[in-house]
């Protein structure tokens, strides 16, 4: 065969790709490129020979009488050539050796158990075990990790940046960039948001920091993803590693002793396993033929050394305890069981997780950084961090002692530095920055400088121009620039109190019971350029000045909400008119405002014989008052200090009416607000839907499938955390609105429909994006909510099942398992697919993830010559529950295929009819014949159904022996006419084949 199918379209063929409806997916998709190609300057003959050579391709590609089998081996035995021709001649002694082997797939480049592989069939013995240096060179040099596409498209930002990381980014000055990256991810993203502040120019840098910025936030969105790009970082420096090998030998020819240990040092301090690095850089060394040092260390040189966390190597002959490196101790106490072990083990026989040394010690340094810049509140954070991560360590002790120094010596300076700089007091902070850094030489902070420094100066330049104006508008209008630059500035007030502002006036406050707040409204005075509003509110008097009360805001408008307020409470409010800190006589109220909350979020839910009544939380100085009213008479019968009253008692079916009132003690006197009227009638509420599923369609539609008999329309609710709302609970459909939202739903398709069981009921909805959504199915009547069975919606916990095979007499299930599943549950009918999760009448298997994980499959004891129908489902563990996803249904076709032959007659006459028979038989006595679709064609037989034409239809039917069918033969039919029989529905091909008998023809003409 000069051409072999599966290499042009480049099929796997070992094990080969079976699967038609894949193998016509390939054949479509490289027929498009074939076309696009085909006038190729190059390659375009090619490609037009290919495209006419398409037939031949699905003839043998597809169909019964296809040839895969054959061009399956000769693609291997072509792909395989030169690696078997090595094989054979090193294995001419009747076994190859794993070190063989090992040299072999170096010097090919190929994995080491194809060699292996080869080797075994044919006939050659394979003597010994051998590390897998390829897999170990492509994961560690080749392959990048995943989501590596992502961290990649930054690179030019970075570069354009002078950084290698983002870590190099984000460090703030002056911090180490290792304790930086150890500090933790919520230190990280919070350092994100900070960054991208300083980055507030319209140039190149700036936009460049802010793309980068943003790309920030998603790396640290989460651990998953800080532990992705740490991991895309690692295999980085490794390869940037590996490549100066490449170069060092390259130049010298070989990997000296000298070279060997320090490019392990570096990879050790990358990996943090030395052990590790070694492996890393023999496999590269074996994978690129460099020639290299591979001395083992004796015991006593081993007892010589020993190896820090950070991956430094330390000479300890001169008795030496700390690493010369980072100065953490070479023999560490477990703080859990007090065993000692060596800095770089990872975890200690108690179980006591040892990265969590790295963890306290690059908080420590983080402290003594915010001790040094006299941040002593995040000091005192990240000591009690460390503390957490690893109690009692002696580094965070000392740091502790530093840190109480620091504080006593600089007293509550710091704390008036920060309310100075906050309150754009610019002056006092430059004056108490200058003292500070007096007590503390080491003490800077760039941002602060560089903000206050430039506020003076600004500030400066106004007064002087304020100073040279004429005009009283202009020297009111750069005072007033001056002021809001720096608040403190001398001879900006002095030159201000010439021009004070106007008193505001017609002052208006109304207590607005429904949105809880008092709403202040005035007139301004005379002057309204550069003016401010300062609204004073004091409890009990009225405001004597400026400063006498609660300041409650500055604003440039003539109105105010005041939402902060208590209810029943006695508030006066005063409002003066500023100017650069020049305060005008104020206008002020003369009555107490007093404001009464009414009750809001009233909900009616109807029960049995009873009434649920329910509101939102009440004011700690208030009570509610529940009064019914009937015959347009008013009869209070409770009142409660909780967010909610039942009134049992009734009569179903009857409507009753309330009012719902909040009461207050104001000034001793008991004062009602106007209350919320509200209606229910009582009723015997249906029963909650118990039977509820959710599954995943196409794209971003899901069916829902539910069974409910009783009274009520059922409608779906969701929410993406689990709701707190109990199986069979009452509640008003409005409260339950304010906890999950109503789907938005379709009705099912005719075809989903037909699909449905007796009682059961449908509807499909959309749910775009990753995020799980849980979905409840409540039955409402009368306004009341009956919370029902409660599903999920998303498409990554639901298992995808890529294969089943039999293996050895089981069954292995082949899957992709979705994130945070902890086992799996496989249900299997051998006449259809298992309705749900708790069908009795499919056989159960649960299979923990650690058991999937031993044998990369979900393994079933059982293979009978059977078609299986699979179920299978993801449980997950969470809130202390099991849930479990929707069921991925695949069908294991494992019973034997109906072999149906038949055979071609024609029964010809001169005068009368004449006709052909088709008689069908099979292997088995009784036989189910499918439908059968009888296609003609001239010169000769139909190869496919699309290329012929319609000759004669028979349907399907129990055959007991055999079935003969006549066919009448039309009076014009063409010379040279063939037939041939095709399944109707190619369905009917995965459980039966249908071929001629021998010895007949398919021609009849």
Request: aromatic share 10%; net charge neutral.
């Amino acid at each position: 065969m000069a051409d072999n199918w599966y290499l042009i379209l480049e099929l796997e063929f070992d094990p080969p790709i079976e699967d038609e409806r894949i193998i016509e997916e390939r054949i479509e998709k490289k027929r498009k490129e074939w076309t696009k190609d085909s006038q190729h300057f190059v390659k375009g003959a090619m490609y037009r020979q290919l495209l006419d050579a398409l037939p031949q391709i699905k003839a043998d590609m597809l169909g019964e009488n296809n040839i895969r089998k054959q061009l399956a081996e000769e693609a291997e035995r072509r792909a395989y050539a030169p690696i078997d021709k090595l094989v054979k001649m090193i294995g001419r002694k009747g076994y190859i050796t794993a070190e063989e082997g090992s040299k072999i797939s170096s010097q090919k480049k190929l994995d080491i158990n194809l060699v292996k592989k080869r080797a075994e069939k044919f006939g050659i013995e394979w003597r010994g075990t051998v590390t897998n240096y390829k897999a170990i060179y492509d994961k560690h040099y080749v392959n990048p990790p995943h989501s590596s596409a992502a961290y990649s498209q930054i690179e030019p930002l970075l570069e354009a940046l002078k950084k290698e990381t983002v870590y190099e980014f984000l460090c703030p000055e002056g911090q180490d960039l290792k304790d930086f990256i150890n500090s933790g991810r919520e230190n990280i993203a919070d350092r994100v948001e900070s960054k991208r502040k300083e980055f507030k120019k319209n140039d190149a840098v700036s936009g460049t920091g802010k793309k980068l910025c943003g790309a920030c936030k998603a790396f640290f969105k989460d651990d998953k993803s800080k532990e992705e790009y740490d991991q895309y970082v690692a295999w980085k420096q490794k390869k940037k590693i590996l490549d100066e090998v490449k170069e060092a030998a390259n130049v010298s020819g070989r990997l000296y002793e000298e070279n060997w240990n320090d490019f392990i040092g570096k990879l050790t301090y990358v990996t943090k396993n030395r052990e590790l690095s070694k492996e890393i850089l023999t496999a590269f060394c074996e994978v690129e033929n460099i020639l290299y040092h591979s001395e083992e260390e004796s015991p006593q040189q081993k007892k010589k050394y020993k190896e820090c966390r950070c991956g430094y190597i330390n000479d300890i002959s001169d008795g030496r305890t700390v690493c010369q490196n980072c100065g953490l101790e070479l023999i560490i106490r477990c703080p859990k069981c007090g065993a000692e072990n060596d800095a770089n083990i990872k975890v200690c026989k108690c179980g006591f997780p040892f990265e969590n040394i790295d963890k306290a010690f690059a908080r420590c340094n983080l402290a003594e950084h915010a001790v040094n810049t006299l941040d002593f509140d995040t000091a005192r954070t990240y000591l009690e961090d460390a503390d957490r991560y690893w109690p009692g360590n002696n580094k965070t002790a000392g740091v502790r002692k530093l840190l109480a120094s620091a504080q006593q010596r600089a007293g509550d300076e710091v704390s008036k530095l920060h309310t100075a700089f906050q309150k754009k007091r610019y002056c006092e902070t430059q004056r108490r920055y200058t003292g500070l850094q007096k007590l503390f030489p080491g003490f800077k902070e760039l941002e602060m400088e560089r903000t206050f420094s430039e506020a003076i100066a600004k500030a400066e330049s106004f007064y002087q121009q304020a100073q040279s104006a004429k005009k009283e508008k202009e020297i009111i209008e750069f005072c007033t620039k001056a002021y809001e630059t720096c608040k403190d500035l001398v001879g900006v007030r002095e030159l201000m109190e010439q021009y004070p502002p106007k008193a505001p006036q017609d002052l208006k406050v109304r207590a607005d019971g429904n949105t809880r707040a008092n709403i202040l409204i005035w007139n301004a005075g005379e002057e309204k350029e550069s003016v401010y509003y300062s609204i004073v509110r004091k409890k009990d008097a009225m405001p004597l000045n400026a400063f006498d009360g609660e300041v409650l805001g500055r604003v440039s408008m003539c109105s105010f909400n005041d939402r902060n307020i208590v209810p029943g409470d006695n508030y006066y409010y005063a409002i003066f008119a500023e100017r650069a800190g020049i305060y005008s006589q104020p206008i002020q109220t003369e009555q107490p405002i007093v404001n009464l909350f009414e009750i809001i979020g009233v909900a009616v839910a109807a029960g049995d014989c009873s009434l649920q009544i329910s509101w939102e939380s009440l004011p700690e100085n208030a009570e509610a008052e529940i009064i019914q009213i009937e015959d347009g008479h008013e009869k209070k019968i409770a009142t409660s200090h909780s967010n909610g009253y039942l009134i049992s008692g009734l009569q179903n079916d009857r409507k009753y009416s309330y009012r719902i009132a909040v009461a207050y003690m104001v000034n001793g006197v008991r004062r009602l607000t106007k209350g919320v009227m509200v209606t229910g009638v009582p009723t015997c509420p249906p029963q909650p839907v118990d039977i509820f599923r959710v599954y995943p369609d196409q794209n971003d539609r899901f069916l829902a499938i539910w069974s409910h008999s009783g009274e009520g329309e059922v409608r779906l609710y969701a929410a993406t955390t689990k709701p707190a709302c109990s199986y069979g609970e009452i509640l008003s459909t409005a409260a339950l609105e304010k906890k999950m939202t109503p789907l938005q739903c379709q009705p099912l398709r005719q075809e989903e429909k037909q699909k449905l069981r007796t009682n059961e009921s449908g509807v499909s909805f959309k749910h775009g994006g990753a995020q799980l959504l849980y979905v409840a199915a409540v039955v409402v009547k009368a306004g009341s909510a009956i919370f029902g069975a409660v599903a999920r919606a998303t498409k990554d916990d639901a298992v995808t099942v890529k294969d089943i095979r039999p293996v050895n007499g089981t069954i292995h299930i082949f899957i992709d398992p979705p994130k945070e599943a902890s086992g799996f549950v496989v249900l299997y009918r051998f006449d259809q697919y298992p309705t749900e999760i708790g069908d009795l009448e499919a056989k159960r298997k649960y299979v923990p993830l650690k058991q999937y994980k031993n044998d990369n499959a979900i393994v079933l004891d059982t293979l009978e010559q059977k078609d299986y129908y699979f179920s299978v489902f993801a449980e997950f563990k969470r809130d202390g529950e099991k849930d479990y996803s929707a069921g991925s249904d695949y069908l294991f076709r494992n019973k034997a295929k109906e072999q149906i032959t038949y055979s071609v007659s024609v029964a010809k006459k001169r005068f009368g009819e004449s006709s052909v028979f088709l008689e069908f038989e099979s292997e088995n006595e009784n036989f189910l014949l499918p439908d059968i679709t009888i296609m003609s064609a001239v010169g000769n037989a139909p190869m496919f159904k699309s290329s012929a034409k319609l000759f004669y239809e028979i349907e399907s039917q129990p055959v007991q022996g055999s079935l003969q069918v006549r066919i009448p033969l039309p009076k014009n039919m063409a010379k040279n006419t063939y037939i041939k029989a095709f399944f109707k529905e190619e369905s009917a091909q995965a459980a039966n084949q249908l071929r001629l008998k021998v010895k007949s023809s398919y021609k009849i003409s």
